[in-house]
Nanobody
Framework: VQLQAYGGGLVQAGDSLRLSCAASGRTFSRYVMGWFRQAPGKEREFVAAISWSGGSTYYADSVKGRFTISRDNAKNTVYLQMNSLKFGDTAVYYC????????????????WGQGTQVTVSS
């Protein structure tokens, strides 16, 4: 599966932004989808993940209550709605896909999008 993330941009603290990740292929619904982010000088970290059907979601503590992951299998797209953005959310955001239900572990995500920059000004 090929992934392309988009929707990033420059926003102010407290603003909202929605990221999208479009997937190619007909088997999108078979993949667990995740969002990760990487800030300058830091390791890539887990942000959110969603099960094949969308019935289960998982979040990093740092974004819980502010971010919402969702998917539309008919459109082969996964979304990340980000509300109440903080300066610390500034990073390159990546979408990723995996075949097994180990949602939060970065290892095992076999397919990655190219990343989209989110910059939050304080």
């Amino acid at each position: 599966v090929q992934l392309q993330a988009y929707g990033g941009g420059l926003v102010q603290a407290g603003d909202s932004l929605r990221l999208s990740c479009a997937a190619s292929g007909r088997t999108f619904s078979r993949y667990v989808m995740g969002w990760f982010r990487q800030a300058p000088g830091k390791e890539r970290e887990f942000v959110a993940a969603i099960s094949w059907s969308g019935g289960s979601t998982y979040y990093a503590d740092s974004v819980k209550g502010r971010f919402t992951i969702s998917r539309d299998n008919a459109k082969n797209t996964v979304y990340l709605q980000m509300n109440s953005l903080k300066f610390g959310d500034t990073a390159v955001y990546y979408c990723a896909a995996r075949n097994d239900p180990y949602y939060t572990a970065i290892n095992g995500y076999n397919y990655w999008g190219q990343g989209t920059q989110v910059t939050v000004s304080s």
